[in-house]
């Protein structure tokens, strides 16, 4: 197995897994959308949320939002 599958795996492994709503987004995306493999994903999602929730940001603008999967991983950091 690469470097890159077995990161991958881990990170898959490890992170808080997705609630559900973001699971509700993460299905409806793929079974709606012609290209569902540009929905950022948990592993991503969980990232945003993260940085999101040290920064504290007081207002979030995201431009070029897909199903809005990734904007509700920024949402949920500053609670």
Known sequence: MMD????????????TK?????AE???????????????????QGQLLRMIS???KPSRILEIGTFTGYSALCLAEGPH
């Open 4 to 15: 890159f599958e077995r990161l991958s795996q881990f990170a898959n492994e490890f992170t």
């Open 18 to 22: 997705e609630d559900a709503l973001l």
């Open 25 to 43: 987004v993460n299905e409806y995306t793929h079974q709606h959308h012609t290209e569902p493999h540009m929905l950022s994903g948990h592993v």
């Open 53 to 55: 929730f040290m920064i």
